[in-house]
Structures are given as C-alpha cells and as structure tokens.
T-cell receptor, first 113, second 114 residues
Framework: GAGVSQSPSNKVTEKGKDVELRCDPISGHTALYWYRQSLGQGLEFLIYFQGNSAPDKSGLPSDRFSAERTGGSVSTLTIQRTQQEDSAVYLC???????????FGQGTRLTVV | AQSVTQLDSQVPVFEEAPVELRCNYSSSVSVYLFWYVQYPNQGLQLLLKYLSGSTLVKGINGFEAEFNKSQTSFHLRKPSVHISDTAEYFCAVSGNTGGFKTIFGAGTRLFVKA
C-alpha cells in the first residue's frame, strides 16, 4: 500500500477486556516494529519482526501482550485483560530492513476505562 | 545493548535563533543513526539519517546533524528556526544487535516562540 495503515485509529475498551490492534505495513517491507507512546513519554519499543519471526520481543511489558505477523505482511498486537496503564498510542512502523528508515502509521489510540 | 539519550526534554527558543538538539548513543557495534520529527497531531516522519560516509548529514526543512564517533553523538542543528519547527524530535539508533531493531530516545520538544 501507499503507507503504513493501522486499525482501528481509536479504541475505547473496558478494563479486563482483550483488544487486537492491526498493522498493514508498506508492501515489500520486511521489517516491522511496534512501539508505544504514552502521554508525555518517548517511544517505547515493544517488538520487532524480520519477516514472520520476531528476533526481539524484549520490549513487551508483560505476558498479557503478544504479537504475530503472518505472510511477512500484516501484524496484530494483542493485549489481554487490558489495564488502565495500557492506555497509550500504539505505533507501527515498517522498513526495508538494515539501515533503512522506518515509515510510521498514524497509530491506534487505546483508552482503557 | 543499544541505547539513546536525548539530553534535553524541552528546548524553548525564539524564532530565527539557532538551535541544537543533543543526542548521545551507546552501542558496541556499528550503527545507523536517525532523527525523526512528530508535528502536533501528526505521525512521525524521517528528518535525516546517517548510514556511512560524510559525517555531516543534511535533512529536510534546513536541519542537519553531525555524527561524531569519538563522542558517540549525533546532535541535530538548524541555524535559524521558524514557528513551524515546533514539534517533538526523536533521535534513533539501529545496529546489528537483536536484528537491527531501531531504538528511539525519549524525545525533545522544540518550542519556537515569536
């Protein structure tokens, strides 16, 4: 596609519910990243995919967070049993790989009430 | 492990004044360095990047950055800022650990005053 697409753009959910966030990277981009941006905070690295595999999951905050990528393209980030501290903007980015700049989606604003 | 430190969380500056946003990184391997900008209510976009070659890198909107390997720095500069440069600026590093993942600094909010 023309750019990185994320859906939904906004999500309000009740505490304890599961949510699924989707990212469609730019076609042909092998690297895909998930970051979290909380109010007034920088970008927190969550997970990185190269193709369908995730060489680095070290940023996932807890075992309630998981992510997968299929077909070397679409990725979903799942948060189980959401908590209020999960409220943030979740950003997805993709790149061609080594040394390439990352292109970001507009993000999903998650609000847990 | 890689890390990025942006030394200033906020930088207020008057219009037409010069500005420098500081960035230091740590890495045990060769790195690629980036600056991204996030304008209010917009997504992140690439400002400039250093991969190899000349240590002075020029980017969009009149910004430039200099890679200093001995000081492990990649400071961003602009000789004369405009009101429209008000934004959040993120320094990032990508190196061959964990498969070239990109790590971002905490960001520096540049606020340009009239």
């Amino acid at each position: 596609g023309a750019g990185v697409s994320q859906s939904p753009s906004n999500k309000v959910t009740e505490k304890g519910k599961d949510v699924e966030l989707r990212c469609d990277p730019i076609s042909g981009h092998t690297a895909l990243y998930w970051y979290r941006q909380s109010l007034g905070q920088g970008l927190e690295f969550l997970i990185y995919f190269q193709g369908n595999s995730a060489p680095d999951k070290s940023g996932l905050p807890s075992d309630r967070f998981s992510a997968e990528r299929t077909g070397g393209s679409v990725s979903t980030l799942t948060i189980q049993r959401t908590q209020q501290e999960d409220s943030a903007v979740y950003l997805c980015a993709s790149s061609l790989g080594q040394g390439a700049s990352a292109f970001f989606g507009q993000g999903t604003r998650l609000t847990v009430v | 492990a890689q890390s990025v430190t942006q030394l200033d969380s906020q930088v207020p500056v008057f219009e037409e004044a010069p500005v420098e946003l500081r960035c230091n990184y740590s890495s045990s391997v060769s790195v690629y360095l980036f600056w991204y900008v996030q304008y209010p209510n917009q997504g992140l976009q690439l400002l400039l990047k250093y991969l190899s070659g000349s240590t002075l890198v020029k980017g969009i909107n009149g910004f430039e950055a200099e890679f200093n390997k001995s000081q492990t720095s990649f400071h961003l500069r602009k000789p004369s800022v405009h009101i429209s440069d008000t934004a959040e600026y993120f320094c990032a590093v990508s190196g061959n650990t964990g498969g070239f993942k990109t790590i971002f600094g905490a960001g520096t909010r540049l606020f340009v005053k009239a």
